[in-house]
């Protein structure tokens, strides 16, 4: 079984910086593919980046392109998500994913973090 734990998230001003970590264990870390989702208030869960098990294949939603960077260290065994230029239309509960089986494109991978939240202030 895995286990992913999210840290990083708070309350930021629109413009400003976080950094989401989430530590994964139970599972050799590099057999797992990663990437985070979120969840606003209201709306559906929606994926926001993905990476594969090497980090040489990532993919963004159009909404955080150029803003958000995903990494992995393989090392720690832990995904980071570094997002930038912040937008009160951030705001969500964000979520660590894994899967071992395929990169989460379409589908969600079958582990989840507790979510951590982001909040962006206008």
């Known amino acids: 079984q895995v286990q992913l734990v999210e840290s990083g998230g708070g309350l930021v001003q629109a413009g400003g910086s976080l950094r989401l970590s989430c530590a994964a264990s139970?599972?050799?870390?590099?057999?797992?593919?990663m990437g985070w989702f979120r969840q606003a208030p209201g709306k559906e869960r929606e994926l926001v980046a993905t990476?594969?098990?090497?980090?040489?294949?990532?993919y963004y939603t159009d909404s955080v392109k150029g803003r958000f960077t995903i990494s992995r260290d393989n090392a720690k065994n832990t995904v980071y998500l570094q997002m930038n230029s912040l937008k009160p239309e951030d705001t969500a509960v964000y979520y660590c994913?894994?899967?071992?089986?395929?990169?989460?494109?379409?589908?969600?991978?079958?582990?989840w973090g507790q979510g951590t939240q982001v909040t962006v202030s206008s």
């Open positions: 994913n894994a899967e071992p089986a395929y990169i989460m494109l379409r589908t969600p991978g079958r582990y």
């Open positions: 139970g599972r050799t870390f590099s057999s797992l593919n």
């Open positions: 990476i594969n098990l090497s980090g040489t294949n990532i």
